[in-house]
């Protein structure tokens, strides 16, 4: 194991210095276990877990407002995208809407989504896990472009992935214009309905934007335009993947300790419940995995929980292996409808249930059930789970040692192999690199798939930071 890997690592870095410059191969093989801290939210024990992050070339990119045009054709199934831009249009027009801001996120906040919540890809064809698409009716009218506002991860793959003659792409980050101030820009003069889907953008932002667009009114839907013109296309159903309880042996923390100390919080803070939407944090409260959301280990859910009673909102298809049923029972946590979760928050404030929630981690569509029944009103503050979930125990520290050095073998074996294949003048591209990565990975014990898509770029696409091989693109 370890003084195997490291013996590999010793043989195979200097020649692997002199192959590999300019090529970037990264993956995380975890998937029914936490992602690093510094990669994204911690879900707990990192036991199941292989963890590693190569990284041999610096990517650079130069800081300009607007990216230059290379025309490119956007090839998305069904409709083109600008079929769809044409529909959705129409259904602002409908809404008495001026402008329309699609986010790339979820009912719950979150940065990777399952395919169905994409409505930033489906409406532009830009695949990164971070933008902010604007759509004007008088832009797109007097036939100018529709607007990307994305960070410098991704302007390079925007430049590649939307038709430039028809859309405008934006750079955020250190020394340029915010988002706000790009939309400002787009918008023009006068004062504009702005819409945004309720249930996509976090009470903060919310906030943020509902200052920062002034003379703007923002406008909450309580039905997404992109959404309704996805449906008539043929929009995917929800996930229905079964969840699995994350054992204790790897977990550290029983449900029950873990919800007793939620609740004192609860105590200190004057509430009564505390309302949990992101899909990280109810995996670590519940000690449950599951698969709905590719290279994650959550299920899509929501959660209450009370001074006596804990909800998870969640398919109950998901719930009915009889396993499940008993850890859910034992723990205490009673499962109601995924789809009940608004009306729900919205009975318990009637009925005078004090919320406290995190406006950074809620929706505004929450927050607006909450105020539709505000009997006692709500406390506000930073997430009660977070930190608790970030201090890792006895256990969880052992998993992620554990991980480390699984990874640490599988990937001395892809350096070994990938100096031999040179050695033997074998023709190799990045898609060949990234199998046989996660080929691997998957013959490490508690391998559960990869945390993200193994980055493997050569040459130009080094350039690229969140690059996947494709058939298309690969070198």
């Given at each position: 194991?370890?003084?195997?890997?490291?013996?590999?690592?010793?043989?195979?870095?200097?020649?692997?210095?002199?192959?590999v410059?300019?090529m970037m191969?990264?993956?995380?093989?975890?998937?029914?276990?936490?992602?690093?801290?510094m990669?994204?939210?911690?879900?707990g024990?990192?036991?199941h877990a292989c963890?590693?992050?190569l990284?041999?070339?610096?990517?650079?990119w130069g800081?300009?407002?607007?990216?230059?045009?290379m025309?490119?054709?956007?090839s998305v199934?069904?409709?083109?995208?600008?079929?769809?831009?044409g529909?959705?249009?129409?259904?602002?027009?409908?809404?008495?809407l001026?402008?329309?801001i699609?986010?790339s996120?979820d009912?719950?906040q979150?940065?990777?989504?399952?395919?169905?919540?994409?409505?930033?890809?489906?409406?532009?064809?830009?695949?990164?896990s971070a933008?902010t698409?604007?759509l004007?009716r008088?832009?797109?009218?007097?036939g100018?472009?529709?607007s990307?506002i994305?960070?410098?991860?991704?302007t390079?793959?925007?430049?590649k992935?939307?038709?430039?003659?028809?859309?405008?792409?934006?750079?955020?980050?250190a020394?340029l214009?915010t988002?706000?101030?790009?939309?400002?820009q787009?918008l023009?003069?006068?004062?504009k309905?702005?819409g945004?889907?309720?249930?996509?953008?976090?009470?903060?932002?919310?906030?943020?934007?509902?200052?920062?667009l002034?003379?703007?009114?923002?406008?909450a839907?309580?039905?997404c335009?992109v959404?309704?013109?996805?449906?008539e296309?043929?929009r995917?159903?929800?996930?229905?993947?079964?969840?699995?309880?994350?054992?204790?042996?790897?977990?550290?923390?029983?449900?029950?300790?873990?919800?007793?100390?939620?609740?004192?919080?609860?105590?200190?803070?004057?509430?009564?419940?505390?309302v949990?939407?992101?899909?990280d944090?109810?995996a670590w409260?519940?000690?449950?995995?599951?698969?709905d959301v590719?290279?994650?280990?959550?299920a899509m859910?929501?959660?209450?929980v009370?001074?006596?009673?804990?909800?998870?909102f969640?398919q109950?298809?998901?719930t009915r292996?009889?396993?499940?049923?008993?850890?859910?029972?034992?723990?205490g946590?009673?499962v109601?409808?995924?789809?009940?979760?608004?009306?729900?928050?919205e009975?318990?404030?009637?009925?005078?249930l004090?919320?406290?929630?995190?406006?950074?981690?809620?929706s505004?569509a929450?927050?607006?059930?909450i105020?539709?029944?505000?009997?006692?009103?709500h406390v506000?503050?930073?997430?009660?789970i977070a930190?608790?979930?970030?201090?890792?125990?006895e256990?969880?520290?052992?998993?992620?040692?554990?991980?480390?050095?699984?990874?640490g073998?599988?990937?001395?074996?892809?350096?070994s192999w990938?100096?031999?294949?040179?050695?033997?003048?074998?023709?190799?591209?990045?898609?060949?690199?990234?199998?046989?990565?996660?080929e691997?990975r998957s013959?490490?014990?508690r391998?559960?798939?990869?945390s993200?898509?193994?980055?493997s770029?050569?040459?130009?696409?080094?350039?690229?930071?969140?690059y996947c091989?494709?058939?298309q693109?690969?070198?």
């Amino acid at each position: 194991g370890y003084k195997d890997a490291m013996a590999m690592l010793r043989l195979s870095s200097g020649l692997s210095r002199k192959l590999v410059l300019g090529m970037m191969i990264s993956s995380v093989s975890a998937f029914n276990a936490p992602m690093l801290a510094m990669q994204k939210r911690t879900l707990g024990s990192a036991s199941h877990a292989c963890p590693s992050r190569l990284l041999l070339r610096t990517p650079g990119w130069g800081r300009t407002r607007r990216m230059p045009t290379m025309s490119m054709s956007v090839s998305v199934a069904g409709q083109t995208v600008m079929e769809r831009i044409g529909k959705v249009e129409k259904q602002l027009e409908d809404m008495s809407l001026d402008c329309l801001i699609v986010l790339s996120s979820d009912a719950h906040q979150s940065e990777y989504l399952c395919e169905r919540d994409r409505c930033l890809k489906y409406v532009s064809g830009f695949t990164g896990s971070a933008g902010t698409v604007l759509l004007s009716r008088t832009a797109l009218a007097s036939g100018k472009q529709a607007s990307l506002i994305t960070d410098g991860r991704y302007t390079v793959q925007a430049s590649k992935e939307l038709d430039q003659s028809k859309w405008s792409v934006f750079q955020t980050g250190a020394r340029l214009p915010t988002l706000s101030q790009y939309m400002l820009q787009e918008l023009g003069d006068g004062s504009k309905r702005v819409g945004i889907d309720a249930s996509t953008v976090s009470v903060a932002t919310w906030r943020s934007l509902q200052k920062a667009l002034k003379p703007h009114v923002l406008t909450a839907t309580a039905a997404c335009p992109v959404q309704a013109v996805w449906e008539e296309e043929g929009r995917d159903s929800m996930p229905t993947g079964k969840i699995v309880e994350h054992p204790i042996e790897f977990a550290g923390v029983s449900v029950s300790d873990k919800l007793a100390s939620l609740r004192e919080t609860l105590k200190k803070q004057k509430a009564s419940a505390y309302v949990v939407s992101s899909l990280d944090e109810i995996a670590w409260l519940f000690n449950i995995r599951g698969t709905d959301v590719p290279y994650n280990p959550v299920a899509m859910s929501h959660a209450i929980v009370t001074l006596d009673s804990a909800f998870l909102f969640i398919q109950e298809e998901k719930t009915r292996d009889g396993s499940m049923q008993e850890h859910l029972k034992r723990s205490g946590i009673v499962v109601k409808d995924y789809g009940s979760f608004l009306p729900e928050v919205e009975e318990m404030s009637r009925a005078g249930l004090k919320f406290f929630i995190d406006p950074a981690r809620v929706s505004w569509a929450t927050m607006e059930a909450i105020q539709r029944g505000d009997a006692k009103g709500h406390v506000e503050g930073s997430s009660a789970i977070a930190l608790p979930k970030a201090v890792k125990n006895e256990a969880e520290k052992a998993g992620m040692k554990n991980a480390h050095l699984r990874d640490g073998v599988a990937m001395a074996r892809f350096f070994s192999w990938l100096e031999k294949s040179v050695e033997e003048g074998k023709d190799l591209d990045e898609i060949a690199a990234a199998t046989r990565a996660e080929e691997l990975r998957s013959e490490q014990d508690r391998f559960r798939g990869l945390s993200f898509p193994t980055i493997s770029a050569s040459g130009p696409n080094g350039a690229i930071i969140h690059y996947c091989p494709s058939p298309q693109t690969r070198t």
